[in-house]
């Protein structure tokens, strides 16, 4: 499986590693127990600094989403991790939600383009 | 019986390496710059239209550089035929290594420079898999070659007061010392193109285990001459011939699997990569893709690899 990463995206560049990684996790492309590549490996196949992978592989670590073992490297955690209460996710989806009403789309169309999405993740195995 | 002779030897190394270079020659370099379609120069992205124009006479100079650079080649080896310095062939097969990398590195850069950097592509893609040493480097194997290295030495130590000449049994060990040069390979990669990724995931790594393959025959070609000089110090004069014919044998079945390894890969490279954007013909907002074999990481390897073989060859004849 491959983490793509748009260079027109104005995401600082560890976030994007950070979303791509819980996005091929959401899909069930990275499944509990699948081992995530070495920061070092990362950050040589893209030509980016050690940093800004660790610090993905940081926040993911912060968020439950991955464990660090010894000897095994980064290592993909329980999909749910649990510890996100419904209510916390809610204010970002408020705000992505404002800035596609602020972009003149209407309600049908933000329902499509939210269904769309969804069922990409859907389609790419395992999200439920 | 006698055994066969370093002049037999040289002269049937160099028949091959000859063939070797005549053939790659022919049938890959000639058209090297053509190979990924009409819409690319050595893997270079060009306009429409490139070949009716410009191309024709950066085709020119890419073929006429081709043919100095064997001409170089044949010329220095005749010489050294002609003066009868069988000795000098070694050096001869260094150099021309040394010489045919620098030559297409630099004309690789010099075209890319002059041609200019392709437009970024929009999305790029990094695989989502560990990429271990082990899944590319056998380490029982790995530690069979130090064996057998370190065997080797234990017998040339045990000479009994017997004159050694040291210098070949130290090239031998220094050449096949591969290892840093096969991590280097199974830790090389790049950026991967959004579109067909997964074909250019395969593409790469086809390169990656070819330059690890011809690293590993080549290693395991010096450690049979290593082995077989160590063996020759330690038995009776009657065997030698024979051990000899053995080892001599051996070290070229070797070798010319080597050969058919390297023109099979780069069979294999042409028919895996003939649709896909050809690799260093994008850049992306980190780096250029690059060739395995052309990162920085292993060109300053490669310098400094083949710099002492050179100098102990040339030390070697001239001493």
New interface residues.
């Given amino acids: 499986?491959?983490?793509?990463?748009?260079?027109?995206d104005k995401r600082p560049l560890y976030q994007q590693i950070t979303d791509g990684?819980k996005s091929?996790i959401a899909g069930g492309?990275?499944r509990e127990g699948a081992?995530?590549?070495?920061v070092?490996?990362?950050a040589?196949?893209?030509?980016?600094n050690l940093n800004t992978v660790a610090v993905a592989y940081r926040q993911l670590q912060d968020e439950g989403f991955v464990t660090v073992r010894h000897g095994a490297?980064a290592v993909i955690a329980a999909r749910n991790p649990g510890r996100i209460d419904q209510a916390e996710l809610l204010p970002p989806l408020r705000t992505v939600l404002t800035q596609f009403i602020l972009a003149g789309l209407t309600t049908h169309e933000i329902e499509v383009a939210v269904r769309q999405q969804l069922s990409l993740l859907q389609q790419k195995g395992g999200a439920q | 019986m006698t055994a066969p002779t370093e002049f037999g030897i040289a002269l049937f190394s160099t028949i091959m390496i000859v063939s070797g270079f005549a053939f790659n020659l022919v049938k890959f370099e000639w058209n090297r710059p053509l190979c990924n379609g009409q819409g690319f120069y050595l893997g270079i992205e060009v306009p429409a239209g490139f070949y009716d124009g410009p191309g024709k006479s950066w085709l020119k100079s890419y073929r006429a550089t081709l043919i100095a650079l064997h001409l170089v080649l044949a010329v220095t080896l005749a010489v050294l035929m002609a003066l009868k310095l069988w000795n000098w062939t070694p050096a001869w097969a260094g150099g021309s290594a040394l010489l045919y990398v620098i030559t297409l590195v630099t004309l690789h850069a010099w075209t890319r420079h002059k041609l200019g950097t392709n437009l970024?592509?929009?999305?790029?893609?990094?695989?989502?898999?560990?990429?271990r040493l082990s899944d590319y480097i056998y380490w029982p194997l790995e530690a069979l070659s130090a064996s057998i290295i370190a065997l080797s030495w234990g017998l040339l130590l045990h000479h009994d007061g017997m004159h050694i000449d040291w210098l070949p049994p130290l090239q031998m060990t220094w050449m096949a010392l591969v290892l840093p040069a096969k991590i280097l390979l199974a830790?090389?990669?790049?950026?991967?193109p959004?579109e067909r990724?997964?074909e250019h995931?395969k593409y790469q790594d086809a390169m990656r285990r070819n330059g690890i393959s011809y690293l590993n025959i080549w290693s395991w070609g010096c450690l049979v001459l290593l082995f077989g000089v160590a063996l020759g110090r330690n038995c009776s004069p009657a065997v030698l011939p024979w051990l000899g014919w053995l080892v001599g044998g051996v070290f070229l079945a070797v070798f010319a699997y080597m050969m058919i390894v390297i023109f099979s890969g780069i069979r294999l490279a042409a028919t895996l990569g003939r649709d896909l954007r050809p690799t260093g013909s994008f850049a992306?907002?980190?780096?250029?893709a690059a060739l395995p074999k052309m990162r920085r990481s292993y060109l300053i390897w490669f310098a400094v690899w083949i710099v002492p073989i050179l100098a102990s060859s040339v030390y070697a004849v001239i001493r």
């Fill in positions: 499986m491959f983490l793509t990463l748009q260079t027109n990684i091929l492309e990275l081992s995530l590549p070495s070092r490996q990362v040589g196949d893209l030509g980016v490297g | 970024p592509v929009r999305a790029v893609a990094i695989a989502m898999e560990s990429r830790r090389s990669g790049s950026p991967l959004a990724t997964e995931f992306t907002p980190f780096r250029r």
